[in-house]
């Protein structure tokens, strides 16, 4: 699942000596090569290694899915033996994933992060190019998009699925209360002061994972300032300081001002948010697909049949009708691997991306699929939504996370929580954004 979180001192200090450690790379990505047993002959022994984030207890299925491809893997490639490494997901990318590559010793499979992430293990050489392998199995043209894991035309991550944020709703909620999903902001604003007039909380918020807290305003902010914002923070032709960024901000602090918000969210970790809304106890919740598995799962969710999903409100922006979403998450390989290693990888991508794996993932867990399904029939109701919506938005903008600069999504997520705690204001949280982003941008072309 596509999740921020902070980067560890360690963790930076690890990926600094990666990316200095690239001048001295070696583009060449052949592997070692040994002769295959013949005929008759004992297998030498293979093993590798899976680093894999399916490690909580909402994520079951999905990582029976992984031992279920395993298996069949080790099943059809003699002498294979294949260890499965679970890390929680914000542990694996932003500490012991980076240490690996700082290192030059990831494991053989490993799940990574699009964008930035991948750009970064590539100019430093550590990524296996898998544009031929795909080509050799007939995959390349059976996914949505590379798009996140392709770097100079050459693709370096295999999508696991696609992943798309926006509004889900209770619909019990608004038809009791004579409401119906809210289409513009002000709709939006309407519905939640009623909601609230009658005690109900209009948004599950959990503030303490402060990544969270970035994914709606994140949209909010395309509302009002377009999709081409954050790729404008990058190369100066938008400021975080313009008048269309901070009234996205400033129509965000509305919602704290006026208690719209779940109380006490700065103590509540992500898991709350859920919680909150599953229960039946809020209105809304901004998330992402990822978390269909919960809010489906009748022994978590009392609300299983009741939820609804839209694309967020419009707002008047240039942006208005787009939504976050794409293929982010992805099994990226290391290059540095032996001619057995290659063949288990090969065969484990057989096993992994085919047409029933990717239907099982989108009817056990929800989750919109990364290759091109022929047959989407049984899908439950609120999926068929969410990838209605998916499909009928204009258009698609990444997440800021996967394109901004590390101190600048670290100072936005430490400003958003004290905005919500009362601490500073749009238009100041603003100002020392945009400090960061210009400093960021300098010592980031200093480095190119």
């Not at 979180?5 to 583009?27: D, E, R, V, W, Y």
């Not at 190369?235 to 975080?240: E, I, M, P, Q």
Request: charge should be neutral; aromatic fraction near 8%.
């Amino acid at each position: 699942m596509r999740k921020r979180a902070l980067i560890p001192a360690a963790g930076l200090m690890a990926f600094t000596i990666l990316l200095t450690a690239c001048g001295n790379s070696n583009t060449d990505n052949s592997v070692n090569r040994t002769s295959p047993p013949s005929v008759g002959e004992k297998a030498e022994p293979i093993s590798i290694t899976i680093r894999h984030t399916q490690v909580k207890d909402t994520q079951k299925k999905r990582l029976i899915m992984l031992q279920d491809a395993v298996k069949a893997t080790e099943a059809n490639v003699p002498g294979l033996t294949i260890t499965l490494d679970g890390v929680e997901d914000k542990v694996n990318r932003f500490e012991k994933l980076r240490a690996e590559m700082a290192a030059g010793n990831p494991p053989e499979i490993f799940d990574l992060f699009g964008g930035t992430d991948t750009r970064d293990y590539v100019k430093a050489d550590r990524l296996m190019d898998l544009t031929p392998i795909l080509n050799e199995l007939g995959l390349i043209d059976k996914f949505y998009s590379f798009d996140e894991f392709t770097v100079n035309g050459r693709i370096y991550g295999i999508p696991m699925a696609g992943y798309v944020e926006g509004l889900y709703y209770n619909k019990r909620i608004l038809a009791a209360n004579g409401l119906k999903p809210p289409q513009t902001w002000d709709e939006l604003l309407a519905a939640a002061d009623a909601l609230k007039a009658k005690r109900i909380t209009p948004f599950a918020l959990a503030a303490k994972d402060s990544w969270v807290i970035n994914m709606m305003i994140n949209t909010m902010w395309v509302r009002t300032a377009g999709v081409d914002s954050i790729e404008g923070f990058l190369d100066g032709s938008k400021r975080w300081t313009d008048p269309e960024v901070i009234d996205a901000f400033s129509k965000y602090h509305t919602l704290v001002k006026r208690g719209y918000l779940q109380e006490g969210s700065l103590a509540l970790s992500y898991a709350e948010q859920q919680n909150k809304f599953s229960s039946g106890e809020a209105a809304f919740m901004f998330d992402g697909s990822w978390a269909n598995t919960p809010l489906l799962d009748p022994e978590k969710s009392t609300i299983a049949g009741e939820i609804g999903f839209m694309n967020f409100p419009s707002m008047g922006g240039p942006g208005d009708g787009y939504i976050n979403g794409g293929w982010s998450n992805a099994y990226g390989f290391s290059k540095k691997v032996n001619v057995g290693q290659l063949a288990a990888i090969k065969e484990f991508i057989r096993q992994m991306y085919n047409e029933p794996m990717q239907k099982r993932q989108l009817i056990e867990e929800g989750m919109p699929p990364a290759m091109k399904l022929q047959d989407v029939s049984n899908v439950n109701p609120l999926i068929r939504q969410i990838l209605d919506v998916f499909a009928g938005a204009k258009g698609t903008f990444p997440a800021f996370d996967s394109r901004i600069q590390t101190k600048v999504r670290e100072k936005l997520e430490r400003g958003m929580q004290e905005l919500i705690g009362g601490r500073t204001d749009p238009a100041t949280l603003m100002t020392d954004i945009q400090k960061q982003q210009e400093a960021s941008n300098k010592e980031e072309a200093h480095t190119k």
